[in-house]
């Protein structure tokens, strides 16, 4: 699997855009890249995925460079609720694949 | 985290006992993972299983921990002659299936946080 590299930590005001970067340089053509949160003592909620267009939901967006070798998680609007660690994780599309989570990035908004 | 199911949400054990931890997967979700996570630690991988069959247990240790996820009924993750050290939140998730698109992503439940006293 594609390693990924995100940043340990960032801070975002409330009602503001949080950006989540992720790196995956190393990214495959058939690998997609999913996005996970764990908020304190929760077990890992699922965000979103994709594989190279542009994807939104109703928790975020995700938005994935042309190339592939980076990606970018937007929550439009923080709210407090949303402090977690966020995980950035790059899977095949088929085959057994088990969910690897690295340190992921703590995200933490404030008031 | 809807539908994945775990319980007991604590369990105590005294050093020497016997740990069982139980997890139903979402509805027709035939793949069952178990994660570990030790305080301030990240989630470890333990085991991948599908039905009646464990696919992959490297991140299992190899004494006193096993895991089974029989044709009726829940996942089971065992810990025989728990120590202090297997104090932990311990996590299963479900998938759907491992191909293309939907129903790839894999939902975690709550967690069965193990205390060893």
């Known amino acids: 699997d594609a390693k990924t590299t995100q940043p340990t930590s960032m801070d975002c005001a409330e009602g503001r855009a949080a950006n989540l970067p992720c790196n995956h340089s190393?990214?495959?053509?058939?690998?997609?890249v999913y996005w996970y949160r764990q908020i304190h003592s929760q077990g890992p909620q699922y965000i979103i995925h994709?594989?190279?267009n542009n994807e939104t939901n109703e928790m975020a967006s995700l938005i994935i460079t042309e190339d592939r070798k980076s990606s970018t998680l937007i929550l439009p609007h923080a709210t407090l609720r949303d402090t977690a660690v966020y995980y950035c994780?790059?899977?095949?599309?088929?085959?057994?694949?088990?969910?690897?989570f690295g340190r992921g990035t703590s995200l933490i908004v404030h008031p | 985290n809807a539908g994945v199911m775990q319980n007991p949400r604590h369990l105590v054990r005294r050093r020497g006992q016997e740990a069982r931890l139980r997890c139903s997967p979402m509805?027709?979700?035939?793949?069952v993972y178990w994660y570990r996570q030790l305080p301030e630690e990240g989630l470890k991988f333990m085991v991948y299983?599908?039905?009646?069959?464990?696919?992959?247990e490297s991140g299992m240790p190899k004494e006193r921990f096993s895991a089974e996820f029989p044709k009726e009924g829940p996942s089971i993750l065992r810990i025989q002659q728990v120590v202090r050290g297997d104090s932990a939140a311990y996590f299963c998730?479900?998938?759907?299936?491992?191909?293309?698109?939907?129903?790839?992503?894999?939902?975690f439940g709550q967690g069965t946080r193990l205390t060893v006293v």
């Open positions: 994709g594989l190279k």
């Open positions: 509805k027709g979700h035939s793949h």
């Open positions: 190393t990214i495959s053509g058939n690998e997609y």
């Open positions: 299983l599908q039905k009646e069959n464990i696919i992959d």
């Open positions: 994780i790059v899977r095949p599309s088929g085959g057994s694949y088990i969910p690897t």
């Open positions: 998730a479900s998938s759907l299936d491992l191909g293309m698109g939907r129903g790839t992503e894999a939902f």
